[in-house]
């Protein structure tokens, strides 16, 4: 937690009241986006989505990567947004609006295994300090103090099927140790469409083996290029299903 990012989040936290900090944080990242500057993985994005694909963008967060995936899709392509912390999905909805990002639907869900109700944790750190992106169903055992805030689950299967959706194309999933929950609530969704996964997860994770077993294979970003893993991931993961390795032109072997 002790990155430089953490203590220029804890400088801007001192001087601003916590909305005023998540304004502040909101315009840096739409200004980060109108000149090009790169976020994460978004420089080989366009080799791995296509402008017809639908995304499920898991964990949206303030949309760091829902305005780089609307800037790639056009209809019948489409990006839904999920983010269940009220002032994080309040963000993403001025960023809708701000950026015009009309390929663009959000929910103020959490995605998980099932339907119902819960509450999120949002941690809180030293100086009040609290950390939107790392809000978890979950408690972390690091976490000195946090506060709760009720909220709405839902699987994609259920969303899916309600919004009638035709295809998913590619899941991105940043629910901060909910993965797997995440992919067993989207298991006939996965099953059906097979689609491109980018997950915040360890490739060795057991839980994984019955999407190799349905012919998916790991990869991760490495040296600007999406390789496969051999011996150990560097940062997040991407299980791509065999059946569409050759439409990505960026893998080495």
Known sequence: MNTNNYFLKQIANFFFSENIYH???????????????PYEISPILSHL?????????????????????????????HVYS??????????????????????????????????????????????????????????????KNYREENIVVRSIDSIVKELNIP??????????????????????????????????????NDHLKKYYDLGYIPFHYLNKKIERIKDFQKGDLFLIHTSKIKTIGVITF
Request: aromatic share 12%.
């Open 82 to 143: 999920f983010e269940p912390v009220s002032f994080n999905y309040f963000c993403l909805i001025r960023m809708k609006k701000l950026l015009r990002l009309n390929n663009t639907t959000c929910y103020k869900y959490a995605i998980s295994d099932k339907d119902g109700l819960d509450s999120i944790k949002i941690p809180i750190f030293s100086h009040n300090l609290i950390v939107g992106t790392q809000s978890s169903l979950g408690i972390n055992e690091d976490w």
């Open 23 to 37: 304004k502040v944080k909101l315009y840096k990242i739409i200004s980060d986006f109108k000149f090009g500057k």
């Open 167 to 204: 295809k998913v194309d590619f899941i991105k999933s940043d629910t901060e140790g909910n993965e797997i929950n995440v992919l067993e609530g989207g298991y006939i969704t996965i099953t059906t469409n097979l689609p491109t996964l980018y997950l915040e997860i360890n490739f060795k």
């Open 49 to 77: 989505i296509k402008d017809t694909d639908i995304i499920l963008d898991i964990g949206a967060n303030m949309g760091q990567f829902a305005c780089r995936f609307n800037g790639i899709v056009s209809d019948p392509g």
